[in-house]
Each structure stands twice: as structure tokens, then as C-alpha cells.
């Protein structure tokens, strides 16, 4: 095994489902403290990409490494999420019966039984926390609401919001602007900003105006392996890049 400076190191990873190539000897290097952004048509492999980092699916070939020299391979989707890596998937899941508040509470890092945690008492450390996550999701106005009355951008938030609450050290956050109107989707962006403040960031996103406003390295995927990086704007003037995915 090698020892790698990178927050996250993919080299040469492939997945065959079936004879199809998922990811087809896919070389990805997150530093610490980065944001990017992954695109790519459909059936290009970012999903797959995030299954592997994660631990629900194991690459037939490859090296998968996080934080410096830990083999991600080797561990299930449990310990991974330990680790401090977390993963918003793109239909947000909250509790809707519970309250903004009670929901963060119920995922805050190293709180074990779901209904102990409601009843129990919080700490002034936990509420402080609970409030600077309130404060980071634009919901702090909101905390004492039932999940199921917030917009749908609202709740993409709140699920953001559950994830912090476990201190990932890397989140990978897939089509966080789908189904949200412009003002969610610019406020969208600037919320994932502040968050790469203190942590890694890795988005999924075919939205491109949201792309842009993030600013950030563009990483575009095509039949399972890197076709190019750059910023959105390199990648955009690129020929193969418009034939494959951004001329549809």
C-alpha cells in the first residue's frame, strides 16, 4: 500500500457489472479541503463512483484510499461512514414527523439510541453545536418545525445538516440543486461554500449554472474513467466533452 498526501485516492478503479464496465480504470485525487464538482452523462459512473467510496460496492480492480493510507476496500459501509465520510444521496431522507431540531439530534455524532436522544437533556456544548448547524443550513428560524412542512430545498438543507452533525471529514453530496427553485439552488451553492470551509466536499451535479456559481474544479466522467479536468470553463471549451455529454 501506498501512502498518499491526498484526503482521497482512486487509481485505476474498475466495477464490472455483468460484463459492463461501471468504472473503467477510474484515477481520482481529492485533496484535504477541496471542493469539486463531478459531472457526466448518464451511465458515466458517478454513482458508482460514490457506491465505492462509501462501501456498498467493491471495485474488481483498483486502489481506493482515504485519509493518507486507509484502504477503503478492505472496510464495510458502516466503519467507512465512521471514517468521516458522509453521503447525501439525492432524494433527501429526514424524519418528517420530527422537528428540524430533533432531527439534527437524533444524527449528531456518537448519540447512539434514537429516542434517548430526544428525551435526554442537551449540554450546553451539544446545543451550541446544534445551533452553529442551524446557523450553517439557514434553518435556525426553523427549528422547532416539523421536518415535513419545509420546501424541498429545505429539506435537501436539513439532510446537509444531518451529515454535519456526524463531522465527516469529506462529504459527497449527489444532485444537491435538483427539483430546487433558483433562489435554493444560489443559496445552495453559497451553503456548500462555507461548509468546504472546514471540510472536503465532492459534488454531483448536471445542473451547470449551479457548477459555475460553486467555482470549483470540474471533473467529467465518461464510460466509467476521467475524460477531463479543469474548470467549468476548460472543460466546457473541450470537443469531447461537448460531443459526449454537454451538446445533448
Known amino acids: 500500500m501506498r501512502l498518499t498526501g491526498a484526503l482521497l485516492y482512486l487509481n485505476n478503479v474498475s ?11 477510474l484515477s481520482l485525487v481529492i485533496e484535504p479541503g477541496e471542493m469539486r464538482a463531478i ?29 493518507g493510507a486507509i484502504d477503503l476496500t478492505r472496510e464495510d459501509e458502516a466503519s467507512i461512514a465512521q471514517l468521516g465520510i458522509g453521503r447525501k444521496f439525492q432524494k433527501p431522507t429526514v424524519f418528517e414527523n ?17 429516542m434517548a436522544t430526544l428525551f435526554a437533556p442537551e449540554d450546553r456544548a451539544e446545543e451550541e453545536r446544534l445551533e452553529a448547524i442551524l ?26 445538516g444531518m451529515l454535519l452533525a ?13 427539483g430546487m427553485t433558483d433562489a435554493e439552488t444560489a443559496a445552495t451553492a453559497s451553503l456548500l461554500k462555507e461548509i468546504n470551509k472546514t471540510r472536503s466536499v465532492v459534488v ?29 470553463d476548460q472543460v466546457s471549451a473541450n470537443e469531447r466533452v461537448v460531443e459526449v455529454y454537454l451538446g445533448r
Open 166 to 178: 456526524q463531522d465527516p471529514k469529506l462529504l459527497l453530496v449527489d444532485e444537491p440543486a435538483a
Open 98 to 114: 420530527h422537528t428540524v431540531a430533533d432531527n439534527l439530534l437524533l444524527a449528531l455524532a456518537g448519540r447512539r439510541r434514537a
Open 135 to 160: 446557523d450553517t443550513i439557514r434553518l435556525g428560524a426553523l427549528r422547532d418545525v416539523p421536518a415535513a412542512s419545509l420546501s424541498h430545498g429545505q429539506k435537501q438543507w436539513l439532510e446537509i
Open 39 to 67: 459531472i457526466g452523462p448518464n451511465g458515466a459512473g458517478k454513482t458508482t463512483m460514490m457506491d465505492v467510496v462509501t462501501g456498498k460496492t467493491r471495485p474488481d480492480t483498483g486502489e481506493v484510499l482515504f485519509d
Open 15 to 25: 466495477v464490472i457489472f455483468d460484463g459492463f464496465k461501471a468504472l473503467n480504470g
Open 204 to 232: 454531483v451535479e448536471h445542473d451547470m449554472t449551479f457548477v459555475r456559481d460553486l467555482g470549483v474544479k470540474v471533473t467529467v466522467l465518461h464510460e466509467g474513467s476521467v475524460l477531463a479536468e479543469g474548470s467549468l
